[in-house]
């Protein structure tokens, strides 16, 4: 996971896994994480909103997900990621 001291943009928020675990998922050691970055970082709160409204609005509406697939979809998402990772990372050596 990518530890960014400050996120600029929701976009960026949107690219780290801890935040998507975090929103998609929430556990008390990530509500711990984001309650402090929001201290250090006041401003953070609204690229939070922003994310948070992308989120609702582009991958999926609470009523549509079933509880059972709920821990299925968060893996496909972290899935997802974890390859986007290793794209990068062959891309990077080829160029």
């Not at 929701?10 to 984001?34: I, M, N, T, V």
């Not at 948070?52 to 998402?77: G, H, M, R, V």
């Not at 290793?86 to 891309?91: A, I, Y």
């Amino acid at each position: 996971m990518v530890d960014n001291s400050c996120y600029k943009t929701c976009s960026e928020l949107l690219r780290d896994e801890r935040f998507l675990l975090w929103r998609l998922a929430p556990q008390e050691d990530l509500d711990g994480y984001w309650e402090e970055k929001l201290l250090q970082y006041p401003d953070l709160r609204h690229e939070m909103e922003l994310a948070d409204a992308y989120l609702k609005e582009n991958l999926f509406t609470k009523w549509c997900i079933k509880p059972e697939n709920k821990e299925q979809i968060l893996q496909e998402i972290v899935r997802a990621i974890e390859q986007g990772k290793l794209q990068r990372n062959r891309k990077k050596r080829t160029v």
